[in-house]
């Protein structure tokens, strides 16, 4: 199984712990000092905030600010679209910001959340038929239930 480590910039370390418990996730002290959260989504993904500082002695390219510029968003698949809300909530109640309204696209329910560092955040829900099946079946689907009817 290979685990996935997303590196995220982050003005305010204790801040950034805060907002991620306050999502469900839990910080490994194993990996956390005072540059550095090793922040737990499962077993497998994991979110290393790091202090824009030290984020920097990685790499000779500029560190983005999140809140002017999006070079990466991470989303995530919830199980129906009321989890997708209650994290939102989470987050909005934690200092996240939602930049956009949700998004229903009827096969597939969307919102987005910044973290209080600018780093975009996406939580969804797609019904099992559109994920097993693609959009596309889902929409033909649903034409040729209407046109029956």
Excluded at 55 to 72: E, L, M, R, S
Excluded at 96 to 108: C, I, K, L, S
Aim: charged share 25%; net charge negative.
């Amino acid at each position: 199984m290979t685990s996935v480590f997303v590196n995220l910039p982050t003005t305010d370390l204790d801040r950034a712990k805060a907002f991620y418990t306050a999502l469900g996730c839990e910080i490994n002290p194993n990996f956390t000092d005072e540059n550095a959260a090793c922040v737990v989504w499962s077993k497998d993904i994991y979110f290393m905030v790091l202090k824009r500082e030290f984020f920097q002695t990685f790499t000779d390219k500029p560190i983005a600010d999140p809140n002017q510029v999006v070079q990466v968003s991470v989303s995530f698949s919830r199980d129906s679209r009321d989890e997708v809300d209650a994290i939102l909530e989470k987050g909005l109640a934690a200092g996240g910001v939602e930049p956009r309204p949700a998004q229903d696209y009827g096969f597939m329910y969307s919102r987005d959340l910044d973290d209080p560092d600018g780093n975009s955040l996406g939580f969804l829900y797609m019904t099992p038929e559109a994920a097993e099946n693609g959009p596309d079946h889902v929409a033909d689907h649903a034409a040729e239930q209407n046109a029956a009817s």
